[in-house]
């Protein structure tokens, strides 16, 4: 996609990380010169962060517009000119393992370095940690979640789940709950909802105020077969691992298939690593009956301890 970041016309910035991007775009970075990147070292700080990490290529295209925004506004202050402030509220959008919990922490650093956040912490929470069982209880236990997240970003998984219920579930009281908090705390923290695409679409629908309070909203499409491949020879060298040439292979073939079969499920990072730790365990019970444990074997990972027919690893 030529264009991932698009402004619709309500307002809202929708953001598509297009993964497979592998050319550099030096118009993503804000600082030309030397000089001016150690004038930008919180900017620099995040993209060395990011460039740890396989794709999400244009999340970094996301932070220079709000570094940009952020920098300027101290160059109006200095001048005495107006100063506004934005809402900055997110809605990620993707499958399992697509880097949104790794990209909310990453964002809460670097509003806490450029000083939008004062204490920068990720509080991650889920439906159960909400809504309570009874009247009234889910919107105290809401307001004790809101209010550990002060100075930092809240960020809610799965939270279509929150409407399952209709009118009558407590979901609906933990919404109206944050909505209030959103509106009268809205610079204290951030808040970011995430969940799998079609049914945060369809969540974001029952509420019609709902959208316009995310100005930001962040698509996380599955990984690529190649990126997936760099992920999993990255957590298995992470763990002083290497795989054989025909292990290789052999995830490569599977991967392509598993990939397309589960589109819409697939858990993408989640799934490659329970797939390395599963194939490291098979691999040290075909160590011990084979009693091989010279280095050249206690390293290698062969086609054999990915036994895809047997595997208990989940896909989703």
């Known amino acids: 996609m030529s264009n991932p970041i698009n402004t619709k016309r309500n307002g809202r ?3 598509v990380l297009n993964q497979t ?3 550099k775009d030096s118009k993503t970075l804000v600082y030309y010169s030397e000089q001016d990147k150690e004038k930008h070292e919180v900017l620099k700080k995040f993209e060395e962060k990011m460039n740890q990490y396989v794709g999400l290529k244009d999340v970094k295209r996301l932070i220079n517009e709000i570094y940009a925004w952020l920098y300027v506004n101290r160059c ?3 001048n005495g000119l107006k100063v506004s402030k934005q809402v900055l509220h997110m809605i ?6 697509t880097g949104k919990t790794t990209v909310a922490r990453l964002i809460a650093e670097f509003f806490h370095d450029m000083n939008v956040l004062e204490k920068g912490h990720l509080l991650e929470v889920e439906r159960a940690d909400l809504v309570g069982e009874y009247i009234g209880h889910t919107a105290q236990k809401t307001r004790e ?3 550990k997240a002060q100075g930092g970003v809240l960020f809610v998984d799965e939270a279509y789940s929150l409407a399952r219920g209709g009118e009558k579930d407590f979901g609906k009281e933990a919404i109206d709950t944050m909505v209030k908090a959103m509106e009268d705390q809205q610079h204290d923290f951030v808040l970011i909802l995430a969940g799998y695409s079609k049914e945060m ?8 105020g709902l959208p316009s309070r995310f100005p930001i909203s962040m698509e996380f499409p599955n990984y690529s077969l190649e990126e997936l491949i760099d992920i999993l020879m990255a957590m298995a060298s992470e ?4 795989l054989s040439q025909e292990a290789t292979r052999h995830l490569r073939e599977h991967i392509k298939i598993i990939r397309f079969e589960q589109e819409r499920s697939f858990s993408n990072g989640r ?8 194939a490291i365990r098979k691999q040290a019970v075909r160590l011990l009956r084979g009693g091989l444990f010279e280095r050249k074997h206690l390293e290698t990972l062969e086609a054999d301890d990915f036994n895809f027919q047997a595997s208990r690893v989940n896909t989703q």
């Open 13 to 15: 910035i929708n953001v």
């Open 21 to 23: 991007r592998v050319e």
């Open 76 to 78: 109006r202050e200095e």
């Open 92 to 97: 990620f959008k993707g499958n399992p393992g």
């Open 145 to 147: 979640v809101i209010k």
């Open 201 to 208: 679409d369809y969540f974001m629908s029952l509420n019609p």
């Open 239 to 242: 763990r002083e691992y290497k």
């Open 271 to 278: 799934y490659i690593r329970n797939l390395v730790e599963e």
